[in-house]
């Protein structure tokens, strides 16, 4: 729920929704699989960190929160959207630069994000630039992984702690090391510690990066949105033939 008046939940439908499910569907079985557990057993944290990115807090199988709203604009700050923003926003561009509410919407999904930030939104280049030491690009990926871990640290407290993985999945979290790195960095007191190396060796499938004793499994489960549709079409089409 949003904390606003509850007669816009009633009469316009104005809740949280949440993107990404289909990757998610996805994730948890594959993780399931993976530990041999039933799904309604598996407590994990999902990072689905593409273009459009979001995490997700899954307990007992099931998603209990995930960062994006009612449209894709909440949660994590993303290639170019905002992602949270104080609402006030609005009021202050509509009358410092008479924007009108559809052009400050078109900015905060289109133009914002770490492409509002630095310029560029194409993570591999935006850290290729920040390692060769440009300040903008640098500032574009902390804001980034700033939030990230912000909700990791939510979600942790909402799963007690109690949690088989952390995930990374999608463009950036299956293929940055240093995203993956940032994102867990310190956090051995919560029983998060990555091995470096499998953090950064080469790979596809589904692979264990955490370090040896880490309460909490990190996973890198390179997620089939394709094929997790046609799985799911399948199944409505075979019950409906049943
Ligand atoms: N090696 C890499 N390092 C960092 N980011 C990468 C790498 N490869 C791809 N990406 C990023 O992944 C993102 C695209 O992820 P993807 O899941 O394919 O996106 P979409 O949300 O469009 O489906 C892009 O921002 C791209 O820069
Ligand atoms: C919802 C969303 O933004 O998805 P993606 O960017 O992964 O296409
Ligand atoms: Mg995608």
């Known amino acids: 729920m949003y904390g606003i008046p509850y007669s816009y939940y009633e009469e316009l439908g104005l809740r949280r929704y949440g993107f990404h499910g289909t990757s998610y569907e996805y994730i948890v079985t594959q993780v399931a699989k993976h530990f041999e557990k039933p799904r309604k057993e598996l407590n994990i944290i999902a990072c689905h960190l593409g273009a459009g990115a979001s995490l997700a807090a899954i307990k007992n199988g099931s998603c209990i929160d995930t960062t994006m709203g009612i449209t894709p604009l909440e949660g994590l700050v993303m290639a170019t959207r905002s992602g949270d923003i104080d ?16 052009q400050i919407s078109s900015v905060l999904n289109k133009e914002s994000g770490i492409y509002g930030i630095c310029g560029e939104k194409d993570m591999k280049t935006v850290i290729e630039l920040s390692e060769a ?6 500032l574009a990926l ?3 992984i700033h939030r990230i871990r912000k909700y990791l640290g939510a979600f942790y407290l909402h799963l007690g702690g109690r949690i088989d993985a ?5 463009g950036v979290g299956e293929r940055s090391s240093i995203v993956r790195h940032m994102a867990c960095c310190g956090l051995e007191l919560l029983g998060i510690t990555l091995d470096k190396d ?14 040896e004793g880490s309460r909490i499994k990190v996973l890198i489960v390179p997620t089939d949105e394709e094929l997790a549709i046609a799985q799911q079409t399948l199944e409505v089409v075979n019950e409906s033939h049943a």
């Open 133 to 138: 030491g440009s300040e903008k690009h640098t």
């Open 87 to 102: 609402p006030a926003v609005f009021e202050i561009l509509e009358s410092s630069r008479k924007m009108s509410i559809g």
């Open 142 to 144: 902390q804001v980034y």
């Open 198 to 211: 499998k953090n950064q060796a080469d790979g596809d499938g589904l692979r264990e990066i955490q370090a």
């Open 166 to 170: 952390v995930v990374f999945s999608a």
